[in-house]
């Protein structure tokens, strides 16, 4: 089964001016804006798996933030097909993008909660 961490991060930072990845580097501020994708749990099935991902949005304002998790929100919503050795069926948004804490001032955080349905390419 694909790793969605491993499909959708590369995905991220190809789509949008961000680095991504599944945690965030001791760098942070120097790296914005940032997107973290986790997965967070979700079932598996033989075919398919139906993974929980938290998806969080780093950037030096809370403007950037909240834009760039918007659009990060609308592009996962309409992503559909072959992407990195997968094939995405469904997204759904199980929570919307919205601040979260983060112990440095200098850095805003937008995180939301989505699934995806995927299969192996």
Known sequence: MPDIE???NPWAEATFEATAGAETPDDL???LPFIRIERGGGPDEMFSEHPRVFVDVF???AD???TLANSLRDALLFLR?????AVIRDVR???GP???PWTNPAVHRRGATY???LRDA
């Open 93 to 95: 948004c199980d929570s």
């Open 59 to 61: 950037a030096g304002t």
């Open 29 to 31: 501020e120097d790296e």
């Open 115 to 117: 699934t995806v349905s």
């Open 98 to 100: 919205s601040r979260q």
């Open 64 to 66: 950037q933030a909240r």
């Open 81 to 85: 097909g072959p992407v990195n050795g």
């Open 6 to 8: 491993a499909v959708l």
